[in-house]
Nanobody, 126 residues
Framework: QVQLVESGGGLVQAGGSLRLFCAASGRTFSSYAMGWFRQAPGKEREFVAA????????YYTDSVKGRFTISRDNAKNTVYLQMNSLKPEDTAVYYC???????????????????WGQGTRVTVSS
């Protein structure tokens, strides 16, 4: 089992930046591919970004490509989401999740992720 705790959310103006943190407990952190998802009020939860176990591969949803960067530091049991050029449409609760599956591909459907944090709120004002 891995426990996940997100932090770093807040209120920013459009065009600003935030860096989200996902702190993981457990000795098997490097065995999980990791993902970031977000959910706006009244909307379905959507995939944002994913990173492989070693950090060597990443994948992003089209709406954040070029603006967001996912990374991880396995020595620190931490996953990051650097968010630049934020837009009001990015307003959501952001969730960190762990995928224990063995696969060559990064997965974008949330049912593949077994462990979830409680979320951190990001609000982007215009």
């Amino acid at each position: 089992q891995v426990q996940l705790v997100e932090s770093g959310g807040g209120l920013v103006q459009a065009g600003g930046s935030l860096r989200l943190f996902c702190a993981a407990s457990g000795r098997t952190f490097s065995s999980y591919a990791m993902g970031w998802f977000r959910q706006a009020p009244g909307k379905e939860r959507e995939f944002v970004a994913a990173i492989s176990r070693s950090g060597g591969n990443t994948y992003y949803t089209d709406s954040v490509k070029g603006r967001f960067t996912i990374s991880r530091d396995n020595a620190k049991n931490t996953v990051y989401l650097q968010m630049n050029s934020l837009k009001p449409e990015d307003t959501a609760v952001y969730y960190c999740a762990a995928d224990p599956g063995s696969t060559w591909l990064l997965r974008i459907q949330d049912h593949h992720y077994d462990y979830w944090g409680q979320g951190t709120r990001v609000t982007v004002s215009s």
